[in-house]
């Protein structure tokens, strides 16, 4: 099964909103509110900031959300700051067979 | 918190198997589902599969039970070491395809995952 389909690069400035997609089918992100998001600085331990779509883990900060409508979830920055300058991943599971998918991965450029 | 650090070779021959090992700490091997995922240079991330203690593992709970990337399912094996709270990873036949940077992360519940190793770079290289 594919990979789920991200924007390759998005940009910002300070204090802007941005949003990233990540679309998939009906087999994946629109069959389970089980869509998260990952924040990884190179070098680094990626970080989890969205869970089941929407949640955020203890300790992220609340410029971070997730939505989610029909086969496409979204991830939202907002009050961009120059520290949110990192690639960004969405994973869905995806049923009993293929279990887990990626997305291709975004570079968010804080301009 | 669980903080996780991958070991191995970061140099493995073509057709030979890489094996490498995720030391847990902050917590009990027991309470997550451990999961291998890569990200080879320039492209986006893999999920290998998880490995984890059930009730239905069998008469040797080190051995853990596992889901696999099917993809890749005829080349992996992982396993637990409950002594010394470490997980594994081996995959046989590698190809330069298979050079990536691995990752080892944790689950609490459900399909994501809470915490995450550094990642080791392994290359495929005679």
């Known amino acids: 099964q594919s990979a789920l389909t991200q924007p390759a690069s998005v940009s910002g400035s300070p204090g802007q909103s941005i949003s990233i997609s990540c679309t998939g089918t009906s087999s994946d992100v629109g069959n389970y509110n089980l869509v998260s998001w990952y924040q990884i600085y190179p070098g680094k331990a990626p970080k989890l900031i969205i869970y089941e779509g929407t949640k955020r883990p203890s300790g992220i900060s609340n410029r971070f959300s997730g939505s989610q409508s029909g086969n496409t979830a979204s991830l939202t920055i907002s009050s961009l700051q120059a520290e949110d300058e990192a690639n960004y991943y969405c994973c869905s599971y995806a049923g009993s067979h293929t279990l887990v998918l990626f997305g291709e991965g975004t570079k968010l450029t804080v301009l | 918190q669980v903080q996780l650090q991958e070991s191995g070779p970061g140099l493995v021959k073509p057709s030979e198997t890489l094996s490498l090992t995720c030391t847990v700490s902050?917590?009990?091997?027991?309470?997550?589902?451990w999961s291998w995922i890569r990200q080879p240079a320039g492209k986006g991330l893999e999920w290998i599969g998880r490995v984890y203690i059930s009730e239905t593992t069998d008469d040797n709970p080190s051995s853990g039970s596992t889901n696999c990337n099917p993809s890749l399912k005829s080349r992996v094996t992982m396993s637990l070491d409950t002594s010394k709270n470490q997980f594994s990873l081996n995959l046989t036949s590698v190809t330069a395809a298979d050079t990536a940077v691995y990752y080892c992360?944790?689950?609490?519940?459900?399909?994501?995952?809470?915490?995450w190793g550094r990642g080791t770079l392994v290359t495929v290289s005679a």
């Open positions: 902050g917590d009990s091997i027991s309470r997550y589902y």
């Open positions: 992360a944790a689950t609490a519940l459900y399909w994501y995952f809470d915490f």
